[in-house]
């Protein structure tokens, strides 16, 4: 049984990273690996892990992404150290095979493999700001200290280029979804008679964390914009903030519904956790992320059978096709409003269809899991040749 140590540098309280990777605990061959995950601290995710035959660690871990105080890279500096030091022993005492960090800011589990001649393989959760030469400097560190970098969309790639030429290490491999059970399983719930809705009335849903990035106030003023055009739909947000710097986010979203008197539009859900039951009740999907690399949300709605109107960022191009849902500018309410009103006045139903075709087709688990234990089989049968060559 092969053993594989991933590294995620953030205990998250909700979605991101972990749940990407929790696909990816859930969905390996148990009777071939073994799962270790080493995060930087509790989280509601050790229990999904644990749950999913994962042995979870904790440990110091240092990251050099933006900075958020003046003494930030020098503090991981010397975390680094402390990190490289964590991954060896674990390295060592549970006989790891491969090493799998996620997140490019995240070091030192890469440089720990290296130094003791164990595969090593980064997937890049981001995408490429300003300054893309800092971004390109980190890429080129991913480069180095491992044997494969994977990007899940194309606009990920241009961080690996140097000159004319591309990271021959980078690979891209698209986030998946579990199909097995499917959300067809679930019982549902009164969503209309809850938020006394009209049978009539579409109801427009979005699912996202309340954070600048997910751009919950072009949803907002959408629906206004809706509204006045004589647009009749109810809008659902559910989703609630991450961190305690995105509270007062929250509120100014709060009072520009007030402000606009939206009330009877625009309801907040907050956290739930029927979000597939809320999914298959409603009739269109949207995400107007400012920014944002890969939203599985996405192929959730697609999964349910909604059609998707969505902002042109990250891989967001690749998930939704003209014949899935429609594409809009990032930042802009009334193109927004725009997408929204065609996709209602379209063949809902035909474009959820499409969309459930095409996320079970591309965008599966299975797929997910198949293509990312491919890249460990093939750097295992390298590293066994090489050491072969070598005792020659």
């Avoid at 900075?67 to 005492?93: G, H, K, Q, S």
Wanted: aromatic letters at 10%; proline letters at 5%; one cysteine or more.
């Amino acid at each position: 049984m092969k053993r594989i140590l991933y590294i995620q540098p953030y205990a998250s309280q909700v979605g991101g990273v972990d749940t990407v990777l929790l696909q990816l605990v859930e969905g390996l061959d148990k009777s071939k690996y073994k799962a270790y995950v080493l995060l930087p601290g509790p989280s509601p995710y050790v229990a999904k892990y644990e749950e999913a035959g994962a042995k979870v660690l904790f440990g110091k871990l240092a990251v050099f992404g933006k900075p958020t105080d003046a003494a930030y890279y020098f503090r991981n500096m010397f975390r680094l150290f402390a990190t490289v030091r964590t991954v060896i022993r674990i390295i060592r005492e549970y006989r790891i095979d491969i090493v799998h960090s996620h997140k490019m800011e995240l070091m030192g589990g890469n440089i720990a493999a290296r130094l003791l001649r164990v595969p090593a393989v980064q997937t890049v959760h981001e995408l490429p700001r300003r300054p893309l030469m800092a971004y390109r400097l980190v890429g080129f560190l991913n480069h180095l200290f491992n044997d494969k970098v994977v990007v899940l969309c194309e606009r990920s790639k241009i961080m690996f280029k140097w000159g004319a030429s591309f990271s021959h290490k980078l690979t891209k491999i698209y986030n998946g979804i579990d199909f097995s059970g499917g959300s067809s399983e679930l019982p549902v719930k009164g969503l209309r008679q809850e938020l006394d809705i009209p049978p009539n009335v579409p109801v427009v849903i979005m699912v996202a964390r309340l954070s600048p990035m997910k751009g919950v106030e072009y949803f907002i003023r959408a629906a206004d914009s809706l509204r006045k055009r004589g647009r009749e739909a109810r809008f659902l947000i559910v989703g609630d903030v991450a961190f305690d710097h995105e509270k007062s986010y929250k509120q100014t979203l709060t009072n520009m519904v007030r402000q606009l008197g939206l009330e009877d539009t625009v309801h907040f859900l907050g956290l739930r956790r029927d979000v597939p039951q809320l999914l298959r009740q409603s009739d269109l999907f949207v995400l107007p992320s400012v920014y944002d690399i890969f939203p599985t949300v996405i192929l959730e709605a697609m999964r349910a059978g909604l059609p998707v109107v969505a902002t042109d960022v990250g891989g967001v191009p690749e998930m939704v096709r003209d014949s899935t849902g429609v594409l809009v500018p990032a930042q802009d309410h009334e193109a927004l409003a725009e997408g929204i009103d065609r996709a209602l006045s379209a063949d809902c139903r035909r474009m959820g269809e499409n969309g459930r075709e095409l996320a079970e087709l591309e965008f599966s688990r299975d797929a997910y899991v198949r293509k990312t234990t491919d890249i460990y089989e093939e750097l295992w049968k390298s590293y066994e040749k090489y050491s072969t060559a070598r005792s020659v």
